[in-house]
């Protein structure tokens, strides 16, 4: 995703790079929206809650040979001449928001960019503040670090060296965090799981070293010499109850369902938000309680 993209959705390799400082450019300006259609192997529509994703990766391959592996993300200070100890920038994946009336399925492979101005982009990597989804693109300005989905890693190659042609690079997403957990919770639902790749290596109009990732147009996929991106995940499905009250869908409501009430206490996408209000609460409580025994 870059302004100067004649090619949305066609392009056989896809830039991460920054623009820090730039008067118009977001600091992450070279960014990848990659999207998987989720629903022939999980099946979607049954609430948010249904889901527990246990695990999941998502993976992709780098073309050249032009950056350096780093593993680690960089304080946003580092930016401004404080010690970093390793050669190189992370790439890392985040959640996609979305602007300009535009959600996944409508933006597909070639919805519009947006306008060329800071937060300008129709789509975005987003990072969460007490819960809130957050623009995390211009996380430089801003001065703040935000908590990436998941980090490129590989084993194919040594911290601080450059990383071959085509280095699979796999981003472990932090399934423990509860807002990510969220995030991928109602993806399932969607049917569609949405991710910006993005990292904040030296980028200009005459050149720079930041790394090229492998699109799934790109002939050496079908050629069977690369992969294009993957994701694996691991999700425990709990088809909702048609007995009122019965959260585990154990065909009764009992103490197992009081307790899940109360382990999941305001939780904005759980099984246990009986009501759907957006939020595991009292009302959900009394909803267990008026039909114990069911």
């Known amino acids: ?62 073309l050249d040979n032009n950056t350096f592996y780093d593993p680690t993300p960089d304080s946003w200070q580092t930016w401004l001449g404080a010690e970093d100890d390793d050669l190189g920038r992370a790439c890392i994946i985040s959640g996609a928001g979305f602007r300009g009336g535009y959600d996944g399925w409508s933006f597909g492979d070639d919805g519009d960019w947006g306008v060329v101005e800071h937060y300008g982009r129709n789509v975005y990597p987003i990072g969460f503040v007490d819960g809130d989804p957050v623009d995390i693109s211009r996380n430089l300005a801003e001065g703040w670090d935000p908590k990436p ?18 280095t699979t690079l796999t981003f472990e997403l932090d399934t423990s965090d509860p807002d990510i957990q969220c995030y991928l919770r109602n993806a399932l639902d969607d049917g569609l799981l949405s991710l910006v790749l993005s990292s904040l290596h030296y980028g200009s109009h005459d050149g720079g070293s930041y790394p090229q990732f ?3 147009e790109n002939s050496l996929v079908f050629a069977g010499l690369a992969n294009g991106s993957g994701l694996e995940l691991e999700v425990v499905v709990t088809q909702p109850s048609s007995v009122a009250g019965d959260i585990n869908n154990d065909g009764g409501v009992d103490v197992s369902d009081l307790l899940r009430v109360i382990n999941e206490w305001g939780c904005s996408c759980c099984i246990s938000d009986i009501n759907s209000d957006g939020r595991t609460d009292v009302s959900d409580l009394l909803a267990v309680i008026n039909n114990w025994g069911g």
């Open 1 to 62: 995703m870059y302004p100067y993209n004649f090619q949305p959705g066609e392009r056989v390799a896809g830039p991460t790079f920054g623009a820090y400082g730039s008067t118009y450019y977001d600091d992450r300006a070279g960014q990848n929206l990659i999207s998987f259609d989720t629903r022939e192997s999980i099946t979607d529509g049954l609430g948010a809650g249904s889901y527990d994703i246990i695990s999941g990766r998502m993976t992709i391959m780098v």
């Open 214 to 216: 492998i699109m799934q």
């Open 149 to 166: 989905f998941g980090v490129g890693e590989t084993d194919e190659v040594s911290i601080g060296e450059p990383m071959p042609d085509l």
